[in-house]
């Protein structure tokens, strides 16, 4: 790997993400493209250090919106503190139960085989990056017919981080299906949910 690719792979992944697709899949397509093998820890290392990269820059970008929102007062930070910790634990435990899921069915016949390895099958990442878009273009279609139909919104709760953190969790192991584009859009299809809607699920995302 030279350091041409790894430049290449970095604006890959710094274009993908701020928006609500899979900057790891596009990351993915792009070393496949190269000849790079995505599923080896080399490659799977050089991913996480450009999510590292990108999490600093986005921390950078809307430090002073997540300032003037979450750390105005004490009640304010501890409010989103919570949230943000709740989600991020169920985040967590379902999608390692998940992944572990996923890594004994697909992978029955290779006891040490990982999730990573689903890298190097463009076949799986393509209908996922398919199926995100067509949530994204119906959770658009919803949302104008949300914002038609009310003219405040309402701040996240317990349930709604909940959910947050159950959506990303299914995300986890499948590459291709935006975590981001996946929370952004869930609130618009369940009615229980949409009122507190699509801006501030973005920022609890972002900052997950």
């Known amino acids: ?39 080896a820890p080399d490659m799977t290392l050089l991913l996480v250090m450009l ?13 002073n919106r997540w300032r003037i929102t979450y750390f105005r007062s004490a ?10 910790i709740l989600a991020s634990a169920i985040t967590g435990l379902i999608g390692e139960v998940l992944i572990k899921l996923v890594e004994r069915v ?40 949300y914002l038609r139909q009310n003219s405040i919104t309402h701040e996240i709760g317990i349930k709604e981080a909940g959910l ?15 975590r981001s584009g996946a929370t952004i859009s869930t609130a618009p299809y369940l009615p229980h949910f949409s009122r507190g809607f699509p801006d501030r699920m973005r920022r609890i995302s972002a900052s997950l």
Do not use: N
């Open 1 to 39: 790997m030279s350091i041409w690719q790894v430049i290449v792979l970095a604006a890959v992944q710094g274009l993908a993400e701020l928006l609500p697709v899979s900057s790891s899949a596009h990351v993915v397509i792009a070393e496949k493209l190269m000849g790079l093998d995505p599923p």
């Open 51 to 63: 999510h590292t990269g990108t999490m600093f820059a986005v921390i950078v970008y809307f430090w």
């Open 75 to 84: 009640a304010a930070f501890k409010h989103s503190a919570v949230l943000v």
């Open 106 to 145: 697909a992978f029955s016949r290779q006891p040490d085989a990982d999730v990573e390895q689903l890298f190097s099958h463009l076949e799986l990442i393509a209908p996922a990056l398919a199926l995100a878009g067509v949530l994204i273009l119906g959770a658009g279609i919803a949302e104008s017919r």
């Open 164 to 178: 947050i953190g159950a959506v990303q969790a299914i995300c986890l192991p499948f590459r291709g299906f935006s």
